[in-house]
């Protein structure tokens, strides 16, 4: 049994089935992304684990003992909203300091002392006595990042915490999340669309849809081995062809050729797009499926890649995965 167990939860919204028979072990001091399409059921599942939500059936297990029905103020989690939910008549100090409040075991000392530890941890040190409006975007979640951490929580739950912020505070973020949770050690599950921050972030990830888990694993086994063709197509990029019994295979795997070399298939050229490290050829494959070849860009400026070009594929078999019951998404 895993330190945190979801054992075959199902919760339905009138007629609508949200969560179909899940299950799921979470490892203490993981970080596992619960990954998926809007609606597919993710943020419903947080909730129940959380205790903000009542499962119509199946049990939550916490570090081995039952909490199906165990109240919220009584799981010892940290949450962090995409909302963030500060108060924005507090500064950083005293947003952070509001739940300490609550240790009655703790006096002013040592809760100031670990405001300011947290406030270190998260590198907003020196912004302590701002407001809320006056921060950025980034040191809003940072903000409500050490609120959460500095009540030293059993898990840290965070719902999609990084979508309301630009790219490149995205990116930076994941890195400091990521490595503030290996420092601290803390058991947390993430909910997310983001694919990119799952395979990031993640040690593990769970790939939901339509109310049931598609897949888990390591971001590499969700990344070369999808079980699902959902899983496939919504996790990076998959090329699907062959008549009948669909084929699918990554852009980067597709191997360009010499005419005279051997090769799989062909393919006429669509389109060319440069996406900086590597370059996505668009092309026509004889069955009219549509295919796309990702080519480092230092080799693909001396290769002719322009539209009508004729390029001849390899599609090396390690790297190609059958789905029978392929279904048109």
């Not at 699907?240 to 006429?268: M, N, Q």
Request: glycine fraction near 6%.
């Amino acid at each position: 049994m895993g330190f945190l167990e979801i054992k075959n939860i199902t919760k339905r919204f009138g007629n609508q089935t949200v969560l179909n028979n899940i299950s799921a072990e979470i490892e203490r001091g993981e970080l596992v992304c619960i990954l998926g399409p809007s609606g597919c059921g993710k943020t419903t599942l947080l909730r129940i684990i959380a205790g903000l939500e009542t499962a119509d059936s199946g049990q939550i297990f916490i570090d081995g003992k039952d909490s199906t029905f165990l109240p919220p103020a009584k799981r010892n989690f940290g949450i962090v909203f995409q909302s963030y939910a500060l108060f924005p008549n507090m500064t950083v100090f005293e947003n952070i300091m509001f739940g300490l409040r609550q240790k009655k075991r703790m006096n002013y000392d040592e809760r100031e002392e670990k405001v300011l530890e947290v406030l270190n941890l998260v590198d907003l040190i020196d912004h302590k006595d701002k407001y809320p409006r006056e921060l950025s975007g980034g040191q809003q979640q940072r903000t409500a990042l050490a609120r959460a951490v500095a009540l030293s929580p059993v898990y840290l739950l965070l719902d999609e915490p990084l979508s309301a912020l630009d790219a490149k505070v995205r990116a930076r973020l994941r890195a400091e999340i990521r490595a503030l949770q290996r420092k601290l050690g803390i058991t947390t599950i993430m909910v997310t669309h983001d694919q990119e921050e799952a395979l990031t972030m993640a040690d593990r990830i769970i790939v939901m849809n339509n109310a049931v888990v598609e897949q888990s694993g390591k971001p590499q086994e969700i990344y070369n081995n999808p079980a699902t063709q959902f899983v496939a197509a919504f996790v990076g990029t998959m090329n699907f062809y062959g008549a009948g019994e669909k084929r699918g295979i990554r852009p980067e795997k597709i191997k360009i050729v010499d005419w005279t070399e051997p090769h799989d298939t062909t393919a006429l050229v669509q389109d060319v797009e440069f996406k900086g490290a590597f370059t996505r050829v668009h092309g026509i494959l004889p069955e009219r499926t549509s295919i796309c070849i990702d080519v480092p860009s230092d080799h693909a400026g001396s290769m002719v890649l322009g539209p009508d070009v004729t390029l001849f594929l390899r599609l090396p078999a390690e790297h190609c995965i059958s789905y029978p019951e392929y279904v048109e998404l």
